[in-house]
């Protein structure tokens, strides 16, 4: 089984070691590809805007079930819905779809380029600490080789990936979802009440999908609980993929 994961804002592909630990553990001849996102880590050049860097992953990427994590969820949704020839299948965590209103995308995005200037101005460690001390992130503990590698983020590369591909910019995507007609499974943390209201809805919009709300979570599941977040993945993979 390939599984391709994406992070979230402000980390790396270092971010998956313990879930793909985990996973292994259950699917040992798994296999995984775990890409630094645009701005992110090692990866080169600047973000894009959702669509076009969803593109460049999927073009860079096999056939496989796809992860996805806040951020890495809404670069996933539209790889689903733009490339569908490289997605055999969907894990949601802390996913939207984005922002209904224009006045709503209007706002966030001005909130969001706020935020980009002070990762510039006061640079990436500064900006860690204010942002992994917001409440969704209050049961994260966060590994110290994860915390390092966040740490060598560059500030124009977080910055803008905001300006690129914060939710904001990113096109509310929520009227195209009925085309998704692959397996899809959504999750999200019982302490993230936001995203559990939104899981909801994107189960009603996805035919088929399923909702599963972790307990003893907030926004980061696969990072807070990690082992029965690879005992759900591994199971719900299991019984749609295996030969």
């Known amino acids: 089984m390939q599984f391709n994961l994406l992070h979230g804002f402000t980390q790396t592909s270092t971010s998956w070691a313990e879930s793909i630990a985990a996973l292994q553990q259950r699917s040992p001849s798994a296999e995984f590809w775990v890409p630094d996102m645009p701005g992110h880590g090692t990866g080169t050049g600047l973000p894009l805007p959702l669509r076009d860097g969803a593109t460049a992953l999927a073009e860079l990427s096999t056939r496989g079930v796809w992860i996805g994590y806040s951020m890495g969820g809404r670069y996933l949704l539209h790889i689903a819905l733009q490339h569908p020839e490289v997605v055999q299948g969907l894990v949601l965590v802390s996913t939207t779809a984005g922002l209904h209103l224009a006045s709503e995308r209007a706002e966030r995005s001005a909130a969001d380029d706020a935020l980009a200037d002070s990762i510039e101005q006061q640079g990436v460690l500064a900006f860690l600490e204010r942002w992994m001390s917001l409440p969704m992130f209050r049961g994260l503990r966060a590994s110290e080789d994860d915390l390092a590698a966040r740490q060598r983020n560059s500030p124009i590369g977080l910055a803008e990936s905001l300006r690129q591909a ?74 749609h993929f295996s030969n």
């Open 166 to 239: 914060g939710t904001g910019r990113q096109e509310p995507l929520w009227d195209a979802l009925a085309a998704l007609k692959v397996p899809t499974l959504i999750m999200t943390g019982e302490h993230d009440t936001k995203f559990c209201e939104i899981g909801a809805r994107l189960q009603n919009a996805i035919e088929g999908s399923r909702h599963e709300v972790i307990a003893n979570a907030g926004h980061a599941v696969h990072l807070e609980q990690c082992s029965h977040f690879a005992e759900i993945v591994s199971d719900w993979a299991c019984t």
